[in-house]
């Protein structure tokens, strides 16, 4: 059994969306026929009119069937509010916009920036129909609706795709992150007071623009600090222990490139602390399985010292990047974005409330220890 075609798989889940809605009994029911299903949201701010400005991309049904490509449709409301701005939608749709099944909700970088972001999550957690497991990315292009257009001939539903992209890439790539609503939240709440959002781009590629994952947003308390790059992101999910794949590339065999590609199987990272003479110490430990996967310098990988020495120099270059982007994320963001002071707070309550007053000040003075360790469990047999 293959899997079921991009176009059939969307039109199943809309379709069910649908379905379920005749099921709920309420006050505020309406007829399919009356609703508009809403399957992402762009969120830009409008500095000069002093505008929210919402853009949705809305799915097309009509005519469609398990054989046809669904496209969508962009429909724009502004408002001096985003509920404002929501229900002022209703002014150029004759339907309603049912946001439940939305997948994702880009911010622009300009809101980021600003204004912050929690009120826009607070805003769709509060609001009964959307769901707090959509996806929230950041924007880097000028505007959030940008990313939400589709550049080519080709019809689609954008923002299904987008979701794909996000969902795979840390198995893959590793160069972002994934982070839904009720978790950017959380972790704003929490004593880290930050969270990582994905970092959308659009680039030329050939004769049209594509979507590009494009490393990390960091956001301290709530609002836009910058951005980590996609080799900056693969570490920063190891220090967050998310990597679920990517590649690892050395140079083994002296080549002006690297020659070797380790694809990475598994990762566990483990984050401790000790308390010593008024200082706090952190311990981040990485363990990580790969295959060899490509190997240009057509060394004899079947050589455990040879292997070995690939095993070592790779856990070299794991601890000396994981230590690089804690230098940065310590010096220029100066935010706890992997909640070290969380894992204080979790393990030692008393000590926790010791050091939270001061706890700005103390962040950037951590002395971080990194130790990685790498186990080459597979060769790569050739055919």
Known sequence: QGEMPMGKRILVFLMGALLTLPLCGCWSYRGADELDIV???????????????????????????????????????????????????????????????????????????????????????????CRETMYMVLSQKESAKEILQSSDKEKRIVSVKLQDIIAEDNKVTASSTKKMLYEVFN???SPRRSAMLAALNKIQN????????????????????????????????????????????????????????????????????????????IRIETDTHVFIAENHGLLDVMDEELVKRIEEAAAEMIEKNISALMARIQGEFNTDLFGFGEMVYKRDLPLWRQL????DTVFPTLEVTVSSKVRAINSGFIK
């Open 187 to 189: 972790a704003i709440q």
């Open 206 to 281: 050939g004769d049209k623009e594509i979507w590009e994952l494009n490393g990390i947003a960091v956001c301290k308390e709530d609002k836009l600090a910058g951005f980590l790059s996609p080799e900056e992101s693969k570490y920063a999910l190891f220090v967050e222990d998310e990597l679920k794949g990517g590649i690892l590339t050395l140079s083994m065999a002296g080549m002006q490139t690297d020659d070797i590609s380790l694809e990475i199987h598994r990762n566990k990272t483990k984050k401790s602390f000790t308390y010593e003479q008024g200082k706090v110490k």
């Open 39 to 129: 399957v992402g949201i762009a969120i830009d701010f409008d500095k000069t009119a002093k505008k929210y400005k919402l853009s949705y991309e809305i799915a097309n049904l009509e005519g469609a069937d398990k054989n046809s490509i669904i496209d969508s449709v962009i429909v724009e409301s502004e408002g001096n509010t985003l509920f404002d701005a929501a229900r002022n939608a209703k002014r150029r749709e004759v339907n309603r916009l049912f946001l439940g099944s939305a997948y994702i909700v880009v911010i622009s970088q300009a809101l980021a920036q600003e204004d912050g972001i929690s009120h826009v999550i607070e805003w769709f957690l509060r609001d009964a129909e």
């Open 356 to 359: 939270e007053p001061s706890w």
